[in-house]
């Protein structure tokens, strides 16, 4: 049963839950204006540019992600260590100072977009690297707001209990903040930029969010199931070796097209394809633990039905995205034609959803739960939908991008060589045009899940959960 004592850490928790949830359907609604602007570029042509739509798109999907494992922490915090979280106070100030200036930021990725090639450019409007596009004062207050997350968890942690889950967090936090910093300076040998940018961009996902994951997964499943923390403590300590190990190297085979060494082609296409496979021998063992368990009792519990769900379907997302997908053109032979085509589009899509939006939305209903009481929670109409539209809706992007990258690989790279000509054709053939229609409709499936998740989410406490 989770614990229903009102400590200020879980109602802070739903604090950043509700942000993460807002900021989770403006990155649906972008990628619909996207996906529009694809396939109809005349779309609200000179009001509203597809280029600001993409950074929009991708930006709220990392912030309402950072946004929610935030909140997870604040949620699981007074569970695992026995106490309320030290610095609940300064928590709330990080939480409005992130705010204010996601807010800002989002307002000036619309209204003003770009600057002048000046200095102040870089501090106020936009530092000009893709996926971190933030100005550097954006950047200076997350830095910030993250420093006092790590300071409360670490200070709670000291003072309470602390279980091989906090112990895990409190490592991976370290590395969080500061694999984040490489992306906060400049080199001008662009190899050596690019080397460090790739640290945030892909290493801060592999490691250190792979390992985040882990930790929510290993609370969730002794939360939702009573799963054995001996099990759930080993698997995740496996995580802990082969993603900081793997994920250092698996990183390798986006170095290739920076001008490192060619070995690194071979070294990153090995080691990618192991990180996520503790998380999903996890699940395994887990399950088939209380399987044989419940089998001796006579009776399976489930205190959270909708939050199983979502648990469950991580870990085949994680497998699927970030492992098949990802795997499929990660190989040398291959992605030499599939580097920059709508493969890499595909296997985004789904490790994103697979690895982290699965098991975040999995902790919104743990914090609902929690928040109203409730000691077993049944899958509802609303629930049954919201999962099953927004996975189909991700999935069906997924085949439908990685169909248009097929074409684009046939045509752009295989037949005409990779020049500009090439690219602009491509995008013209049959198979890469209805790829990228489908893609649309398959957002549009995405879009109507989340709003049956909203509205189950809303209406949970409303709904008779009789134990």
Do not use: C
């Not at 032979?333 to 699965?358: D, P, S």
């Not at 919201?386 to 439908?400: E, K, W």
């Not at 074409?407 to 790279?413: K, N, P, S, Y």
């Not at 060589?417 to 491509?426: K, L, Q, R, V, Y």
């Amino acid at each position: 049963m989770i614990a229903t004592t009102p400590y200020q850490s879980k109602d802070l928790a739903t604090m950043y839950f509700t942000v993460a949830t807002i900021l989770f359907g403006a990155q649906l609604l972008m990628g619909l204006v996207g996906a529009i602007q694809f396939l109809y570029p005349e779309f609200l042509f000179e009001i509203f540019d597809f280029s600001v739509a993409r950074t929009v798109h991708i930006n709220a999907l990392v912030v309402w992600m950072l946004y929610a494992m935030i909140g997870s922490v604040y949620f699981l915090l007074p569970d695992e260590t026995g106490i309320e979280t030290i610095g609940v106070g300064l928590g709330k100030l990080g939480f409005y100072v992130l705010t204010v200036a996601i807010t800002i930021v989002v307002l000036v990725y619309v209204f003003i977009q770009i600057g002048p090639a000046e200095e102040s450019t870089i501090w106020l409007i936009n530092e000009g690297r893709e996926y971190l596009e933030a100005p550097r004062w954006a950047d200076i207050g997350i830095v910030l707001v993250v420093l006092i997350f790590v300071y409360n968890v670490y200070a709670t942690a000291i003072k309470g209990k602390r279980t091989g889950i906090v112990t895990v967090l409190m490592a991976d936090l370290l590395a969080l903040a500061g694999i984040y910093l490489a992306g906060m300076f400049f080199v001008d040998n662009v190899s050596v930029d690019q080397f460090w940018w790739w640290w945030v961009i892909h290493l801060w996902v592999e490691a250190t969010w792979e390992v985040f994951v882990g930790g929510l997964a290993a609370y969730g499943l002794i939360r939702i199931l009573g799963a054995s923390r001996q099990v759930v403590e080993m698997w995740l300590w496996v995580e802990v070796a082969m993603l900081f190990g793997s994920g250092i190297l698996g990183l390798g085979h986006h170095y290739f097209w920076i001008g490192t060494p060619e070995y690194w082609w071979e070294i990153g296409a090995l080691f990618s394809a192991l990180e996520p496979l503790p998380l999903v021998a996890m699940f395994v063992h887990v399950i088939y633990d209380w399987g044989k368990q419940s089998g001796i009792k006579g009776s399976k519990t489930i205190n959270n039905s909708p939050a199983f769900a979502w648990f469950v379907m991580n870990a085949f997302g994680n497998f699927l995205g970030a492992g098949i997908w990802g795997f499929f053109h990660t190989l040398p032979q291959v992605n030499i034609y599939t580097h920059g085509t709508q493969f890499t589009n595909a296997h985004g899509h789904l490790a994103f959803f697979g690895a982290y939006a699965t098991i975040l939305i999995g902790m919104f209903y743990l914090n609902v739960q929690s928040k109203n009481g409730i000691e077993r929670m049944r899958s509802t109409f609303n629930s049954k939908m919201a999962i099953t539209f927004i996975s189909l809706g991700v999935m069906g992007m997924t085949i439908a991008l990685t169909i248009a990258g097929y074409g684009q690989v046939l045509v752009e790279r295989a037949q005409m060589g990779a020049t500009w000509d090439a690219f602009f054709i491509s995008q013209q053939a049959q198979w890469f045009v209805q790829g990228m229609g489908w893609r649309l409709a398959m957002g549009v499936v995405t879009i109507i899940g989340f709003v049956y998740l909203v509205i189950d989410l809303l209406s949970i406490s409303k709904i008779n959960h009789k134990t």
